[in-house]
């Protein structure tokens, strides 16, 4: 059974930094795209960042180029969120997605960990 | 970047009726890379539909997409009382992708 597990959110200031981590079990993690998406309590869907099955190719929203830094550890089947300089806008529900390449799509996900920023 | 419009915002239906759900693209969408998601509270979203119109795996035949350069339609034939929940619109065109901002279908 696919599992995906998002751990590391928290209360951060504003101007402050936090690490995600997503553990990934039931299917071969290194084969695989993963996604981070974002979703604002009570609110929609936003992605955030992609990085392909062998951590070469990253790519990110507008809204968080520069600041975050999307990584992976196959050895660990762990996929990673590096964010920084976070402000209220960032508040939000963070979920990991898989990437099926066949159909070019986001097919499991996780239940995804909540991130907030305030002072 | 492409932005997507849903309509409406919210449907109210009851058990059994059709429900059709829109889905507007602000500049066409690459190859028909359109993907409907299902997400009920509590749950993380479930994919419906990808390539505008093909089901993915389990998805009962009551749920159809079509549509095709700006325009997209999510169709459900008839409301099982487990569709009441919220569905959104993906585009994945290239290395991004965005979502609409959903439609909630509530029980009447």
């Known amino acids: 059974e696919v599992q995906l597990v998002e751990s590391g959110g928290g209360l951060v200031q504003p101007g402050g930094s936090l690490s995600l981590s997503c553990a990934a079990s039931?299917?071969?993690?290194?084969?695989?795209?993963m996604s981070w998406v974002r979703q604002a309590p009570g609110k929609g869907l936003e992605w955030v960042s992609t990085?392909?099955?062998?951590?070469?190719?990253?790519f990110y929203a507008d809204s968080v180029k520069g600041r975050f830094t999307i990584s992976r550890d196959n050895s660990k089947n762990t996929l990673y969120l590096q964010m920084g300089s976070l402000g209220a806008e960032d508040t939000a529900f963070y979920l990991c997605?898989?990437?099926?390449?066949?159909?070019?799509?986001?097919?499991?996900w996780g239940l995804g960990t909540l991130v907030t920023v305030s002072s | 970047e492409i932005v997507l419009t849903q309509s409406p915002g919210t449907l109210s239906l009851s058990p059994g009726e059709g429900a059709t759900l829109s889905c507007r693209a602000s500049?066409?969408?690459?190859?028909?890379?359109l993907a409907w998601y299902q997400q009920k509270p509590g749950q993380a979203p479930r994919l419906l539909i990808y390539?505008?119109?093909s089901r993915a795996t389990g998805i009962p035949d009551r749920f159809s997409g079509s549509g095709s350069g700006t325009e997209y339609t999510l169709t459900i034939s008839r409301l099982e009382p487990e569709d009441f929940a919220v569905y959104y619109c993906?585009?994945?065109?290239?290395?991004?992708?965005?979502f609409g901002q959903g439609t909630k279908v509530e029980v009447k």
């Open positions: 997605s898989r990437k099926d390449t066949t159909i070019d799509n986001l097919d499991y």
């Open positions: 039931g299917f071969s993690f290194s084969s695989y795209d």
């Open positions: 990085i392909s099955a062998s951590g070469r190719s990253t």
């Open positions: 500049q066409s969408v690459t190859s028909n890379h």
């Open positions: 390539g505008a119109s």
């Open positions: 993906q585009q994945y065109g290239g290395s991004s992708r965005t």
